[in-house]
T-cell receptor, first 111, second 116 residues
Framework: DAKTTQPPSMDCAEGRAANLPCNHS???????VYWYRQIHSQGPQYIIH???NNETNEMASLIITEDRKSSTLILPHATLRDTAVYYC????????????FGQGTTLQVKP | GAGVSQSPRYKVAKRGQDVALRCDPI?????LFWYQQALGQGPEFLTY????????KSGLPSDRFFAERPEGSVSTLKIQRTQQEDSAVYLC??????????????FGEGSRLTVL
């Protein structure tokens, strides 16, 4: 599975959009981009995933560049409860399905 | 309950003791994963079950680690002769479909193991 690179930490003001970048320049054509987040002392929580089209759900939007070498997770109106570590993962559809987590981005939402 | 349940939530073991960690996945979920998360690090894959079959155990760090899922539902991760470096949170996750489908994984809250 492709390696992903994320900034170690970011801050965001409460109520503003949080834009979390991820680089996956070695991603292959059948690898999906997944985002999970982990709030302190909890297990990771699924947010969203996509292959090449932009995706939106009730939690977030995922914007994938046309060359698929990078993506951005957007939380449209961040709240204090969105403070967490956010993991960007490139996952192959043909493997055993294991997710390879990196270090993630620690997002601190501030009042 | 509706989610993945893990027990015990906290376990303290003396070095050299054996421990067993239990995972109750969501009912009907075919796939089950175990992950290890050291302090300040992302989760690392240990092993994967499809029903009762252990299809991938490439992440188990040594032969002291053993996992089973005999009836395709509850799973147990056993660590023999625990060492201090085994101290970590052990996370279990399940998913409805086969692993290579693109469905989401549902994680439990983890079992925190401290080896003294």
């Amino acid at each position: 599975d492709a390696k992903t690179t994320q900034p170690p930490s970011m801050d965001c003001a409460e109520g503003r959009a949080a834009n979390l970048p991820c680089n996956h320049s070695t991603i292959s054509g059948n690898e999906y981009v997944y985002w999970y987040r982990q709030i302190h002392s909890q297990g990771p929580q699924y947010i969203i995933h996509g292959l090449k089209n932009n995706e939106t759900n009730e939690m977030a939007s995922l914007i994938i560049t046309e060359d698929r070498k990078s993506s951005t997770l957007i939380l449209p109106h961040a709240t204090l409860r969105d403070t967490a570590v956010y993991y960007c993962i490139a996952r192959g559809s043909g493997n055993t399905g294991k997710l390879i987590f990196g270090q993630g981005t620690t997002l601190q939402v501030k009042p | 309950g509706a989610g993945v349940s893990q027990s015990p939530r906290y376990k303290v073991a003396k070095r050299g003791q054996d421990v067993a960690l239990r995972c109750d996945p969501i009912s009907g979920h075919v796939s089950l994963f175990w992950y290890q998360q050291a302090l300040g690090q992302g989760p690392e894959f240990l092993t994967y079950f499809q029903n009762e079959a252990q299809l991938d155990k490439s992440g188990l760090p040594s032969d002291r680690f053993f996992a089973e899922r005999p009836e395709g539902s509850v799973s147990t991760l056993k660590i023999q002769r625990t060492q201090q470096e085994d101290s970590a949170v052990y996370l279990c996750a399940s998913s409805l479909g086969l692993a290579f489908n693109t469905g989401e994984l549902f994680f439990g809250e983890g079992s925190r193991l401290t080896v003294l």
